[in-house]
């Protein structure tokens, strides 16, 4: 039979309280019962050394008379002298010993005495002394003694049904608390099942299912964004490849009908030109895609002055023949963890970017910095730049500005930049050159 969690976990609370309260009355009876032994056997040694400093002094009838005046108002003292065969000679206790006193000084012990009249069955803790031919036997009778140790027992039993109980009732709250709590974490996996992305677990204070509440919900949060940005990027390739697609049905169209061979090769030609303005839209939403689905386990140290100046070496001849002058200033850094391949695309695609935009007999910066622990890596140009107000329409996916509508593209390439900015830790920064628009990278340094 299997038995559930909270069941489980109820029986575990009623153990635990079992096994506490049984260990703690445990500990408290041995302690009680020790500590009263050790007492009794104590007065009984105290009792025992001062009759037989009695008889020294005194010898018999003194000692006699010291065991009549010890026993006068406590019925519990046994104080008797015995000769060799344990017979009562004088003293209150048993007629007869069950057992022949030994010589000299014996230990404390409990045991009983006697197996004779008043005495029998009765435990006595006692000590025998001899003096001289006869020995004097000194003890307590034990009942005052056994019914004080039944009353703690008792007490102790008593407090361990309680512990008992209130264990049972601690673990029903407890099933029933973390039943509620379980309830509601598989209340909203379900509605999110089902289709409500807006629901979120409960948390209210700050105990261990509140921490994982909170898990679950920045983890909804991330699924719903991650089902947002889904929606918002095949919505955008469904509206932008709409265009390129009419156009590659009009261009093959054009040449399947066309009857002179020049008309016929440039509708190739553009057919050809559509066919690569798509594949390259596909292939950078596969590189935005893999750039978020890497991790930072990827990133290996790598001197960053080194790779900005060998990406200015390699843009530099592209920057020449466009008549635009490619100036570049880097700052020695340590070690940096990156991704040497995907952090190069984004800063070449930042630089694509500022040579489309900026004009013949133009001027774009590329740079390396550090400050605040972080290194920025920037490029400015001196175009048209972008509005404040637009800023957030340019980094994402699909997103064109008015007056990018005209150039080449998809509106990708600052949404990859971005991409690789989260997986570095860092984001990408637009600001305003004056004129003309300034990207920076801000990437934290270790």
Known sequence: MRISFTARIALLAIGLALVSSLALAGLVWLQTHDDAVEALRRDTVEESNELVAVWRSGGIVALE????????????LVAEIVDASGTRIGGAGPDRLSFAPPPGRSEFRIAQISAQGDFAGQDVGFVTSQIGQHWIVTGRLLDDWERAQHAIERALILAVLLAIILGVAGGLVLARYVSRRLDHIAGTVDAVAAGDLTRRVPASGGDAFDRLALRINEMLNRIDRLMGELRIVTDSIAHDLRSPIARLRVRAETAATANDPAQREAALAGLVTETDLVTRMLSVLLEISRTEASNREALVPLDPATLIEALADLYEPVAEEAGIELETSVAPLPPVPLHRELLSQAIANLIDNALRHASSGGHISLSLTSADG??????????????EADRAEALRRFGR?????SLPGAGLGLALVDAVAHLH???LELGDNAPGLIATLVLPLP
């Open 425 to 427: 830790g860092g984001r």
């Open 374 to 387: 972080a290194m920025r890596i920037a490029v400015a140009d001196r175009g048209p730049g972008i509005a």
């Open 65 to 76: 008379r010291a065991i009549a005046d010890a026993r006068s108002g406590d019925d519990a």
């Open 401 to 405: 500005l008015d007056s990018a509508r």
